[in-house]
């Protein structure tokens, strides 16, 4: 097939035209919706000659230059382009298109979700709603008149400030719509349906009051309570950490079922999946919950950080996402449990994002090649990218940093900008030289810190010698030495020292004076840097950091290490005994005083994922036969603590707090260790039939799913039951179902596929099944058949025709296999090769291919 040239961000040049304005009309029909497109361009190359138009499966009406209709012989177009000669400096255009959103299924541009109309912008879905200069560099005021059947969409939404709205003949109605900040057209949105409303307003720093209005499906209106009341959050918090107040009369969130990513910071509208806006407690758990609260912030975050301040360039990605990402991580830690939120952060990029970064897939967090930008939608990213503001905000000091976000602000507001922008503006607010900090956004892959310790008893000093290890790659042969903050605490039975340490050569030596006796170190604190780290530790070391580090990051990571260090050696050495000391360690573990939901995180094993990254090639199957024996012995030598600990926190009517949630969480963890013991089956089943809440519902079928238990399919039936007409809840239930731990699998996988509620053009739906089973089933996935590659290959050669953007990112578990043993790798290859092949291949996907072939 043809594809699009490969963009590098060394080629990038301003664009020969600007827009400066951008009147749209939508007359909306299913079939054939008519978009006329008003603009006034202005040349700012005088030589330049051409105006080239970005648009892809349009249908050209018309156009008119300064009111004049042109004839086919005055342009060309293309599949993906509109050429005009433009002679005049400054001039209007008028583009009349026709477009069908009915078949639109990959959900970019102008689409149908339901019932409703919807769009997605970013990153290049504006070409497909008309003839445009569709880069994010190019910005412009727009007013959007909205037209419509009023009975069938009394709702006309889009950016901006309703100015006009009014009757018209045939039982239409319309809206217009004016945003007066400048924008990039990929945070252009349009929605129009008929929705349950909610409305709430917000009374700003300065005393300006916002509407708000939230926009639901009929029947779901008591679900959006909770994203309203963290939309107010969102707002509150950002004034008072970050002084950045609102800047429109009214903000709304709309939410839909068919939709690619999670939601979109289109400026005044943004545009939801329906999964991160409604909860309530019978239909959501207490991970949904967060995860609302924590999307609604991003997206409202988005306003300052990626509207007002946007990117020059798609490879400038990060710019908007990681600074993004780590404020809503910031918000969410000072909303629940910092500690927590930090330990999730990390198993999150310790498992995906390493992987990402030891994959075929590599790159820096501002890719300098591009093929098709949905792939870069990342981990790399967004997660990383988040690291490293993470770490800029560490080197800076709090006060600092936010004095670089204020200069960030004033220097570039209503700006096209690049990531050097937002650095430099750091650097110059702190007086901090941050030159040889910016080869994190350059340089791909994962740093290895190898650590070594010394102690001299004569002279009362530790000396630390660390060295960074940032391997070649076939992209990169050359990598540089990384400037990082290195925090850590030096503990002793009655003492505790905190340090920063700021590592920029190949090797350092950090000598620490006054230790009466050698210290056990409790090394990068809080995650301090995305690196991996190899400091031999002995288990007493270990043990002591469990129990004594200030740091609750250190006290589990210690806790991790341990259980990594008997896993990889269960896995390499058959004749290996745990020892008792794991299960003392544990038992300290349950016994302590700490919150809840901390206790939940440290009893918690590290997963599949993360442990695959440790290994140069592994038997999956071995691996999660030691994952299984570890737990197993943890389960049977604390069964009564378990129990003890479950009864304890199993009463009590369903609360929504930050206690309660982790209460809850430190239960099902118990419980997930009680179910490998069968005396304790009848706890699980009990559990389920009693719940009043969607979290403790689903912690029950998850572990009668994974340990395959007789109760689950007449427990699932009755779930499927009471769910049925609930989409959401709906997804839940395909997923419990993926994850079944039994060689029937298959079985179940084939009737699911089969089932009346499922279908591949909503990706919620592929994802709770397709990608629930390839991420969430490793044992079948992984099985020495191939089964589970072919299962996966299938949907992704379908989901290539129906939507591109989601085949792209369900293949990630086929292209990450060079951790596996040489069985898996060839019948993973093989699956690559069959789908290498496909007619019509997709960029999306044939950019993963290719680079995983290679």
């Known amino acids: 097939m043809t594809t699009n040239n490969v963009r590098i961000l060394a080629d990038y040049q301003k664009s020969d035209f600007e827009i400066d304005s951008t009147e749209l009309e939508f007359d909306l029909d299913e079939q054939l919706t008519v978009v006329t497109n008003h603009m006034t361009l202005r040349k700012v190359n005088s030589q330049a000659q051409t105006l080239i138009l970005d648009g892809e499966q349009l249908t050209l009406a018309s156009i008119k230059l300064n009111e004049r209709l042109l004839q086919a012989d005055e342009y060309q177009i293309s599949d993906t382009q509109l050429s005009i000669t433009v002679k005049e400096t400054s001039f209007s255009l008028t583009i009349v298109t026709h477009i069908n959103p009915a078949t639109n299924t990959a959900l970019e541009g102008l689409y149908k979700s339901g019932e409703a109309f919807c769009t997605q912008c970013e990153a290049e879905g504006f070409r497909r709603i008309t003839y445009y200069l569709d880069r994010p560099d190019i910005m412009a005021k727009f007013t959007t008149k909205v037209i419509a059947d009023k009975a069938s969409y009394p709702f006309l939404l889009s950016n901006g400030n309703k100015i006009d709205q009014g009757e018209l003949a045939n039982g239409k109605h319309f809206v217009t719509w004016h945003d007066p900040f400048v924008k990039p057209c990929y945070l252009f949105a349009l929605v129009a349906g008929d929705f349950d409303l909610l409305t709430s307003s917000y009374t700003t720093m300065s005393g300006r009051e916002v509407a708000l209005e939230i926009f639901v499906d009929k029947g779901n209106l008591h679900k959006a309570d909770h994203a309203m009341a ?451 089956h009848e706890l699980i089943n009990q559990q389920y039939q009693h719940a009043d809440n969607m979290t403790d519902s689903l912690a029950a079928l998850s572990v009668m799913a994974k340990n395959a238990s007789e109760e689950f399919s007449d427990a699932i039936a009755q779930f499927e039951q009471q769910w049925y007409e609930t989409p959401l809840v709906m997804d839940k239930c395909f997923m419990l179902q993926a994850q079944y731990n039994d060689d029937s699998i298959f079985e179940q996988l084939a009737k699911l596929e089969h089932h009346p509620l499922f279908t591949l053009k909503n990706p919620n739906r592929a994802r709770s099944l397709i990608g629930a089973f390839s991420h969430y089933n490793p044992r079948y996935f992984h099985c020495a058949s191939g089964k589970g590659y072919r299962f996966l290959s299938k949907h992704i050669r379908a989901l290539n025709t129906i939507n591109p953007q989601v085949a792209s990112r369900l293949i990630t578990p086929l292209i990450q296999f060079k951790r596996f043993d040489q069985q898996r790798q060839a019948l993973i290859k093989q699956e690559l090769v069959n789908l290498a092949e496909i007619e019509n291949l997709s960029k999306d996907l044939k950019e993963k291919l290719d680079a995983a072939l290679s």
């Open 230 to 680: 963290s939309l107010k959050k969102s707002m509150q918090w950002d004034e008072e950490t970050f002084g950045l107040e609102y800047d429109l009369d009214i903000y709304m969130i709309v939410a839909v079922d068919f939709f690619n990513m999670g939601a979109m910071e289109n400026k005044g509208l943004n545009i939801f999946n329906s999964k991160f806006v409604l909860a309530d407690k019978n239909s959501a758990t207490d991970t949904d919950y967060f995860n609302v609260e924590a999307v609604i912030a991003h997206e409202y975050f988005h306003n300052w950080t990626g509207n007002r301040v946007t990117c020059r360039d798609w490879f400038q990605l990060s710019l908007k996402e990681g600074l993004t990402v780590f404020r809503d991580q910031q918000f969410s830690g000072d909303m629940h449990s910092a500690a927590v939120t930090r330990i999730q952060n990390v198993r999150v990029l310790r498992a995906q994002q390493f992987a990402e970064d030891a994959g075929p897939m590599a790159h820096p967090i501002r890719p300098e090649k591009v093929v098709e930008m949905n792939n870069f939608y990342t981990l790399t990213v967004y997660e990383k990218g988040a690291e490293v503001i993470r770490m800029i905000h560490t080197l800076l000091g709090e006060e600092k940093f936010r004095q670089g976000m204020d200069l960030y602000f004033k220097r570039f507001d209503g700006m096209a900008v690049t990531c050097d922008d937002f650095v430099n503006a750091m650097a110059d607010a702190s007086g901090i030289d941050l030159s040889q900090f910016k080869r994190w956004y350059s340089q791909s892959g994962t740093p290895q810190l190898v650590v070594e310790e010394q102690f001299d008893a004569t002279q009362h000093q530790l000396r630390l010698t660390i060295k960074q290890v940032n391997y070649p790659s076939k992209q990169q042969p050359k990598k540089h030495n990384l400037l990082m903050p290195i925090k850590l605490e030096l503990l002793t039975a009655s003492t505790s020292q905190v340090h920063t340490l700021t590592l920029s050569e190949e090797q350092q030596v950090f000598e620490f004076s006054d230790c009466d006796t050698k210290p056990v170190v409790a090394f990068l604190s809080g995650f301090s840097a995305p690196v991996k780290v190899d400091y031999q530790q002995n288990e007493q070391e270990l043990a002591l950091i469990m129990s004594q580090a200030s740091d609750a990051f250190n006290r589990w990571d210690a806790g991790q290490k341990l259980l990594t260090r008997y896993i990889m050696a269960l896995v390499n050495d058959k004749t290996f005994s745990l020892p008792s000391t794991l299960i003392e360690s544990f038992e300290a573990v349950l016994q302590t005083d700490v919150d809840a939901a901390l206790k939940a995180e440290q009893l918690t094993l590290p997963s599949f994922d993360e442990l695959v990254e440790q290994f140069e090639q592994v038997d999956p199957i071995q691996l999660l036969d030691a994952i299984k024996q570890v737990k197993l012995f943890l389960a049977n030598g604390l069964s009564v603590m378990f129990h003890q600990q479950y009864l304890l926190f199993a009463e009590g009517d369903y609360q929504n707090d930050g206690q309660s949630i982790g209460e809850r969480a430190f239960k099902n963890t118990c419980l997930s260790y009680l179910a490998l013991l069968p005396q304790y």
